[in-house]
């Protein structure tokens, strides 16, 4: 299964569409949040992706308006895996993921994927994946544009951040 893994677009639409026709044949697109008003345009521009796009609401799209926006996701994958997503801000992970990791756990969760730190991560630990793709059009810190092509299948978890 592949899975593309967005973030914080902050209205960077063109990043957004590139990484969506570049990967048209991904199983399912889940965008973290901060990115409501591209996400509208998206949705608008490739209604083909309402059956396997997930929006979530981040801390900058109050009143959001996507169709499929949501708080949280819990999504269940072949193989045995769960995904739990979040934008971030409400487990405050610009401190620690602790809070986001005990509710995937919580959820019987074994991926956890977050934005709003725009600071991708790809860490294992105690049979948890713990992932954030960056930001796709806002980076800090020197790290570059970015996104995560997660692949999931019968030999386990490969997630790979990628640069724009």
């Known amino acids: 299964?592949?899975?593309?893994?967005m973030s914080d677009s902050h209205l960077d639409l063109q990043a957004l569409q590139r990484v969506i026709v570049m990967h048209a044949d991904a199983d399912l697109f889940i965008h973290l949040g901060d990115g409501e008003r591209e996400m509208n345009q998206i949705l608008q521009n490739h209604p083909w992706l309402d059956e396997k796009l997930y929006y979530?609401?981040?801390n900058c799209?109050?009143?959001?308006?996507?169709?499929q926006c949501q708080e949280q996701l819990i999504y269940t994958l072949p193989y045995g895996h769960r995904i739990f997503a979040a934008h971030g801000d409400a487990f405050q992970v610009k401190f620690s993921t602790?809070?986001?990791?005990?509710?995937?756990?919580?959820?019987?969760?074994?991926?956890?994927?977050?934005?709003?730190?725009h600071i991708p991560e790809d860490r294992y630990e105690d049979g948890m994946y713990i992932l954030n793709p960056g930001s796709i059009g806002c980076p800090i810190d020197g790290y570059p544009a970015s996104y995560m092509l997660l692949s999931v299948s019968e030999k386990g978890v490969l997630p790979n951040i990628v640069s724009l």
């Open 98 to 117: 602790a809070r986001m990791i005990q509710e995937a756990k919580h959820n019987n969760c074994d991926i956890v994927l977050y934005g709003h730190t």
């Open 56 to 58: 979530l609401k981040g």
């Open 1 to 5: 299964m592949k899975i593309i893994v």
């Open 61 to 67: 799209d109050a009143g959001t308006r996507v169709p």
